[in-house]
């Protein structure tokens, strides 16, 4: 997704979109994928305001790993949740989409909910359509702090999954 919105035009028909699509993807997560973080930043609409984003990041349960006492980690992945007049988008990769080039982190927190748990935390909001007073990205991106956040992020995560 591009750095401003306005930029994110363009790219919005390329990304998977919808509840039924991401709750599938959640759905595979099951068993697979466990939660490590989340964070919410800020890419610029204008000088004044933000539009806000979630990004959670995750990464495969390795069972072989644990199985045979090595110490492989599977590397981390980032699950980008952009909520807007639009509905949902999503993307699901490598990168972080905190690092955004314009982007302003504006908050991080430690979250280990299981797959089925932010399931639940998007299903609880998915009726809801987008009023910019009401129920925006800001709104959106609290709800899920609120429901999936544990505790507060220290300098070493971060740097941890660099």
Request: hydrophobic share 40%; net charge negative; aromatic share 8%.
């Amino acid at each position: 997704m591009g750095a401003a919105v306005a930029g994110c035009a363009s790219l919005r028909s390329s990304l998977p979109s919808g509840w039924d699509e991401l709750v599938d993807l959640l759905d595979e997560f099951d068993g697979r994928e466990k939660f490590e973080s989340i964070c919410v930043f800020g890419l610029p609409i204008n000088r004044l305001t933000q539009h806000h984003q979630v990004c959670l990041s995750h990464r495969a349960v390795s069972a072989t790993g644990s199985l045979l006492g090595c110490c492989f980690v599977a590397p981390l992945k980032y699950l980008r949740l952009d909520f807007g007049t639009y509905g949902i988008l999503f993307e699901d990769g490598a990168e972080n989409a905190c690092d955004e080039p314009d982007g302003v982190l504006l908050e991080e927190y430690g979250c280990e909910p299981d797959p089925a748990t932010v399931r639940m935390a998007l299903m609880e909001v998915q009726p809801r359509p987008y009023d910019l007073l009401t129920w925006n990205c800001q709104h959106f991106s609290a709800h899920l702090l609120k429901r999936l956040a544990v505790a507060k992020s220290v300098p070493a995560l971060k740097a941890a999954t660099m």
